[in-house]
């Protein structure tokens, strides 16, 4: 019998459309994948397993099924994007619990081109944090269960990771979609501003994108084109061709190794002028060795690949620090207006107190994306691409860390994740990537950076690196639920 969980988007839609298998079939397999896994995963909040059979059914019954992206592809969305007839959460108990009346606009578009939503994924409370845990449950990295999954869309991430959905839909705040990418070996990608609707209320003060979490380039740029409404890449196949039974995949054959989503001489990028940097942005946070090593890595192959690279550094200004906390807590004072403040966490309230504060003092002034993008402006217009690590060290612990104090938390996670926040604020394309392994076994992972509108262009990267530098794309299951 022919396992579908831990096939990738691509495959799966392929095979839908062909009738190969029916999306119910399809579904079937990753919520049994589901059930197996996720005890120890702690990816979704919400299973919605009788109404995502149903929405199965109704996709395989669509008279353009041979015309739909995502035909039959499930897909998790994470508990801080409207799914209707579900509640909406945000990681908290002081959210209201009454469904959604509407899907977001994301959802709905995932929806209209095949997608069947199988759950909504753990966040941290108000999605403030690297790591995710709250009153909901823990987020585990499936690579290694003892760390962090990352956060704040660290659910979807876990689940696309250990293989219980192949596409998994977040955000990205301060690095959202890119920490816990970075953590389980992903693509994470935030999109440039205006690129995917985003409709997430303050949003940060315009920090925040929708974007896609995948395993293969191609799975990223099919699920990034839906979401940004881009049908001239949606990827469907020539109804005309055969149909026959998928190609091997890694979990079939053992592996390990990324073998879709290869280099196409359509995505084979030209040679660029890459930009290769570990400074972090955060004065006094460094990047440890062994993510430095694995940048310095990628920057070597893409040199041998035919690219232009040089060392060379982002004009980061001295007081983005202070920019980007104001903004972090800034943003968490808005999202928390209107809540219960006894049902919310302390480190939620005090998160929110020190934003408000930041208010009092005029530091969240709406000047600071303009005058951080005049001073990128003569760097991007002499790089192409930049080149980064994604994270600065390893994730921490997979602990109850919202019952430890705030200061405790923005430590952990600024000594973490410094490398991120810089493209939120200016609004470029950024996303994480795997890219080879840390001394701890765990996947590594570095960061692109493009000019506005270079999503694409940022994804042939990926796509050439996937080529040259191939990844395994799930984490092991357990052995009794392991594909045939």
Known sequence: MTKWAGRTATEIADAVRRKVVTPREVVADHLARIAAEDGRIGAFRVVRAAAALEEAEAVGARADLSRLPLAGVPVAVKDNLPV??????????????APADDDHVTVARLRAAGAVVVGLTHVPELCVFGTTDGVHGISRNPWDPARTAGGSSGGSAAAVAAGLVP??????????????????????????????????????FGMSENGPLATTSADARLMFSVLAGDHSTGGVVDEAAPATEPAESDADSGSG?????????????HPLKIAFSTRSPIAGVRV?????????????????????????HPPYPLSFGAVILARWTGGTAQD??????????????????????????????????????????PFFAEYDVLLTPALARRGPAADPWHQRGWLANVLVNTACSPMTPPWNLSG????????????????????????????????????QLEELRPWRRTAPATPAHRPD
């Open 167 to 204: 596409i998994a839909l977040g955000n990205d705040g301060m690095g959202s979609l890119r920490i816990p990418a970075a953590h389980c070996g992903l693509i994470g990608l935030k999109p440039g501003t205006g690129r995917v609707p985003v409709d997430l209320g303050g949003a940060w």
């Open 288 to 312: 440890s060795g062994p993510y430095a090593a694995l940048a310095r890595q990628a920057a070597r192959t893409l040199a041998e690949a035919g690219h232009h690279v040089a060392t060379a």
């Open 336 to 377: 928390a207006e209107g809540l219960d403040p006894r049902l919310l966490m302390a480190r939620t309230r005090r998160h929110a107190a020190v934003g408000r504060f930041a208010g009092r003092l005029g530091m969240l002034r709406t000047d600071h994306q303009a005058a951080l993008n005049e001073r990128l402006e």
């Open 257 to 269: 190794k990324s073998r879709v989503g290869r280099t196409s001489p359509a995505h084979q990028p």
């Open 84 to 97: 209707r007839g579900e509640t909406t959460r945000h990681g908290s108990a002081a959210t209201p619990a």
């Open 428 to 463: 470029l394309p950024a996303l994480a990537m795997p890219f080879g392994s840390l001394p701890t076994g765990l996947p590594g992972s570095v960061q692109l950076v493009g000019r506005s509108g270079s999503e694409h262009q940022l994804l042939d990267v990926v796509a």
